[in-house]
């Protein structure tokens, strides 16, 4: 049975997936699509507490929500970060979204208390996409279209700016890069 909810979870986090990028298409033209989305899962998310009657499992579809589509969204930019990734090809994906309606995605950055906070919170960029502001540390790769290896292994620079636009109108991808390298990285493929 337990076997069976992780299988089940992993179904779901697909399904989510492909939700995800209904919702995108959808994006520049229905400023409410994202109501019809959460009014999907979380009819989905009762009938699976339903059927299985397991709390923890429907807390674990929450977080897999949670971090799949929370956004960091900064008022300067005014665009919507995606991060997703595919843990079974160990690919990671980020689509930089221009954002037509605000969101509650702000996050300040307290990384001139401690060196420790700013580590933290770079790490947040890098795996969730969380956008501190005032944290000049996070001006580094924004897109890595294409990272080959496991995620979780730190073997990109330091410093330097990659953006990523994809442009849903022309149906084409606007990219600016520059960077400065400082380590050495081997998991990058640049377009």
Do not use: Q
């Not at 009762?46 to 709390?55: D, E, H, P, R």
């Amino acid at each position: 049975m337990f076997l069976f909810l992780i299988m089940f979870r992993c179904v779901f986090v697909l399904c989510l997936f492909f939700c995800l990028c209904c919702r995108w298409v959808f994006l520049c033209f229905v400023d409410c699509s994202f109501v019809f989305f959460y009014l999907f899962v979380c009819f989905f998310l009762f009938f699976v507490m339903f059927l299985f009657f397991n709390l923890w499992f429907f807390l674990l579809y929450c977080l897999d929500l949670f971090c799949i589509d929370f956004c960091g969204f900064c008022f300067v930019r005014f665009v919507l970060l995606y991060v997703l990734f595919c843990l079974i090809l160990c690919f990671r994906v980020s689509f930089v979204l221009i954002c037509f309606f605000l969101f509650f995605g702000l996050v300040f950055s307290l990384f001139f208390c401690s060196y420790a906070l700013c580590i933290f919170e770079r790490e947040c960029f890098d795996l969730f996409g969380f956008v501190f502001c005032g944290n000049d540390c996070l001006h580094r790769f924004y897109v890595d279209w294409f990272f080959v290896g496991f995620f979780l292994c730190k073997l990109y620079p330091l410093f330097g700016l990659f953006v990523l636009n994809f442009c849903m109108l022309v149906e084409e991808i606007i990219v600016y890069a520059t960077c400065c390298f400082v380590l050495c990285f081997s998991n990058f493929a640049f377009i």
